[in-house]
């Protein structure tokens, strides 16, 4: 017989869709932050080209990672 602790996590177990969305929401939280960072270091007149850069790479990743995660999302329709 299962112990309740083992029933428990049974019934909590995140479903695929679950993750994905819960993935997503951190996705979509970390490109609004470097949004942010990239708007505040643009006002100042000391930061460099290169930082902006970088920031702006990584905020591009992140969202090509939203893009292929809502992709996974959704089901495919046959035209």
């Not at 819960?22 to 939280?29: N, Q």
């Not at 470097?34 to 100042?44: G, H, S, V």
């Not at 000391?46 to 959704?74: G, H, N, P, W």
Request: hydrophobic share 40%; aromatic share 0%.
């Amino acid at each position: 017989m299962p112990s309740t602790v083992s029933q428990m996590n049974m019934h909590h177990e995140m479903s695929h869709d679950e993750i994905i969305r819960a993935r997503l929401a951190v996705l979509r939280c970390e490109h609004r932050d470097l949004d942010e960072a990239i708007t505040a270091l643009t006002r100042q007149q000391l930061t460099s080209s290169l930082t902006l850069q970088r920031l702006k790479k990584q905020k591009l990743a992140l969202k090509d990672q939203i893009a292929r995660l809502e992709d996974e999302l959704t089901p495919d329709i046959i035209a």
